[in-house]
């Protein structure tokens, strides 16, 4: 099974901040990895598809991009509404999720 | 708009069957893979299984002996159980939609399911 490793697992960040989170494929998924957005309490919603395909609704503050087998979540310009655990999901094979970002205030 | 609701006890005895259904409106079954995922509290999203409406199947290998999905589309509903449950398996447990290439597009709210006597 391919696993994904995702970092950091927690971040503390201002308002304002430029954030990145990294998650790591053990092999190839080509562009099959999808990010999500989890509030305490809720689901997650699905922010990027296939690496860097921003779904419809979501700000154009976040953006995906891939390197091989890494592949980055980027909030270019943290919103209060942004502080949330993240996830990344590749669906390359059996589905597998990281471990999750938590991305805190400072 | 696609909805998905998903149904059960609460409450589980260790050793029983737990046993989830995810009703789907606004939508069809058709076309799309659907899929279970639990949260243990305070920790992260682990995929159960998922199938696609036309019946394949994919088990976490760490579950699959004890795990069955199954699809009723005449229901537009799919289900899951879990056997011989343990403190372990207790969690909020999810269903979800997902459009081939794309993603988890749409979630249910979630239905915690404790394991207990």
């Known amino acids: 099974d391919i696993q994904m490793t995702q970092s950091p697992s927690t971040l503390s960040a201002s308002v304002g901040d430029r954030v990145t989170i990294t998650c790591r494929a053990s092999?190839?998924?080509?562009?099959?990895l999808a990010w999500y957005q989890q509030k305490p309490g809720k689901a997650p919603k699905l922010l990027i598809s296939?690496?860097?395909t921003l779904e419809s609704g979501v700000p154009s503050r976040f953006s995906g991009a891939e390197s091989g087998t890494e592949f980055t979540l980027t909030i270019s310009s943290l919103q209060p509404d942004d502080f949330a655990t993240y996830y990344c999901?590749?669906?390359?094979?059996?589905?597998?999720f990281g471990q999750g970002t938590k991305v805190e205030i400072k | 708009q696609v909805q998905l609701q998903e149904s059960g006890p609460g409450l589980v005895k260790p050793s029983e069957t737990l046993s989830l259904t995810c009703t789907v409106s606004?939508?069809?079954?058709?076309?799309?893979?659907w899929g279970w995922i639990r949260q243990s509290p305070g920790k992260g999203l682990e995929v159960i299984a998922y199938?696609?409406?036309?019946?394949?199947?994919a088990y976490n290998p760490s579950l699959q002996s004890r795990v069955t999905i199954l699809l009723d589309m005449s229901k537009n509903q799919f289900s899951l159980k879990v056997g011989s449950v343990t403190a372990t398996d207790t969690a909020m447990y999810y269903c979800?939609?997902?459009?081939?290439?794309?993603?988890?597009?749409?979630w249910g709210h979630g239905t915690l399911v404790t394991v207990s006597s």
């Open positions: 979800a939609r997902h459009e081939y290439g794309v993603g988890l597009q749409h």
């Open positions: 606004g939508g069809s079954i058709s076309g799309y893979y």
């Open positions: 199938m696609y409406y036309t019946g394949s199947t």
């Open positions: 092999q190839s998924i080509s562009s099959w």
């Open positions: 296939k690496a860097s």
């Open positions: 999901q590749q669906y390359s094979t059996f589905w597998a």
